[in-house]
């Protein structure tokens, strides 16, 4: 487990409602660049009907074109599936794939992520490719009132977890389940990567059986200078794609 301070994370949205005309991560009038969750789907649990199991696949899409900066300035971008709390939103976890963090560079890499407030945790990350197979897990564990998160590259057999607390018991908060596509110092179509399809999701009460989920679409308003983006979902809710400009 690693302790992050001040790097190139996840980020929670700042925006606490989450409606259809609203932004969530950071609220802004069209700049220059796009800083923030650029498209998701979502729906939201309460806690007489707990969310402690959601899992979902997605292929690693083609890679964004821009190589325009590393380190502090990279364009970074991140894809998951993620909870939070709601309505509060001061945690998230996230099996992560990741394009050009701070710390790496131009590839893909996994990781699986926690986070607190301005605090952040991930677990080891490992390098993996287009057209890779993508397993994110998140399981509450009722014994040791924790959530466990995994990321596991069903490709090449790679897997890295954590475990934490940060999260709450799904007994005691509203969680919001998601699949998104984040992005920092955005400034164009070649500074994200391919449409991304998320399958077979599994949604799951802590007694293990189903839990009823209907996913919502959510564009950011903000998201300019991207063209072409589109939150579809092609089964409720066990398939969603996240379109780009990008093949």
Do not use: C
């Amino acid at each position: 487990m690693i302790i992050v301070d001040e790097d190139k994370i996840p980020r929670l949205p700042k925006e606490n409602d989450i409606s259809e005309s609203s932004v969530p991560g950071t609220k802004s009038s069209r700049v220059s660049s796009f800083n923030g969750w650029i498209e998701y789907a979502y729906d939201r649990t309460t806690t007489s009907n707990p969310l402690g199991q959601f899992s979902a696949e997605w292929t690693v899409p083609s890679d964004p074109t821009s190589r325009a900066g590393t380190g502090m300035n990279a364009r970074t971008i991140f894809l998951f599936n993620g909870i939070r709390d709601y309505p509060n939103y001061n945690t998230i976890i996230q099996p992560v794939l990741e394009w050009n963090n701070r710390d790496t560079g131009y590839y893909w890499t996994i990781s699986s992520w926690a986070l607190s407030g301005s605090s952040a945790i991930h677990s080891s990350r490992y390098t993996t490719s287009k057209d890779h197979l993508i397993k994110g897990t998140m399981q509450w564990d009722t014994s040791n009132s924790a959530w466990y998160v995994t990321t596991y590259d069903m490709t090449s057999g790679s897997s890295t977890s954590l475990t934490t607390s940060w999260t709450p018991s799904p007994y005691s908060s509203g969680l919001e389940p998601e699949f998104a596509l984040e992005g920092w110092q955005i400034t164009g179509n070649a500074d994200v990567p391919g449409s991304t399809l998320f399958q077979n999701a599994i949604f799951k009460k802590p007694n293990g059986q189903t839990l009823p989920v209907v996913l919502k679409r959510y564009i950011s308003s903000s998201s300019a200078p991207l063209t072409q983006l589109n939150v579809q979902i092609i089964s409720n809710p066990s398939t969603v794609k996240l379109w780009t400009a990008n093949l």
